[in-house]
Structures are given as C-alpha cells and as structure tokens.
C-alpha cells in the first residue's frame, strides 16, 4: 500500500513538473504578422495564425502554400529557416 502511494505521489509530481516546463503559445503582433505573412507570400505561403514562440521565433503550422501545405519557422529577422512538408 505504501508502495503504491509513493508511486501515485511520484506521478502526480512528475505531471505537474511537466505542465509547469510547457510552453505558453502568443500570438504574433499585428505588426509581426504581417512582416511574416510579407516574407512568406514571397513563395506563395499564407497562415491562419502565426505563433510567436520566442524573441527570435515564429512559428506557423499548417501554413497554406501553392504547393502544399507546411509547417514553417522564421528567425527575429522574419527570414524562414524551417520549411517541413505537413502532408
């Protein structure tokens, strides 16, 4: 029995350490995006919702683009660097 509740303790600590380690999705600003809605209609993408992840992170998934559909990354200076199929 004890056993068991050291186990259940451990889990429930476990799984409360992890919520407090995820990350908060934001929204990108106005202003940020529609400098990364610019800097991706420049290979004929568009999204829906743009995620800023960090300072130096955005994050778009499910973006629609002329040749499928992606999930892309651009760095603080609005320049993709990720472009991953999402088919």
């Not at 990108?28 to 829906?48: D, L, R, T």
Request: aromatic content about 6%; proline content about 1%; glycine content about 6%.
């Amino acid at each position: 029995m004890i056993r068991q509740s050291a186990l259940a303790f451990v889990l429930a600590l476990s799984m409360g350490a992890g919520a407090a380690f995820a990350k908060e999705e934001i929204a990108a600003s106005p202003e940020e995006a529609a400098k990364v809605s610019a800097e991706i209609a420049k290979i004929g993408c568009k999204a829906e919702e743009i995620e800023k992840e960090s300072a130096n992170l955005y994050e778009i998934d499910d973006a629609q683009c002329e040749i499928g559909q992606y999930d892309i990354k651009l760095n603080g200076d609005f320049k993709i660097t990720v472009l991953t199929s999402d088919e």
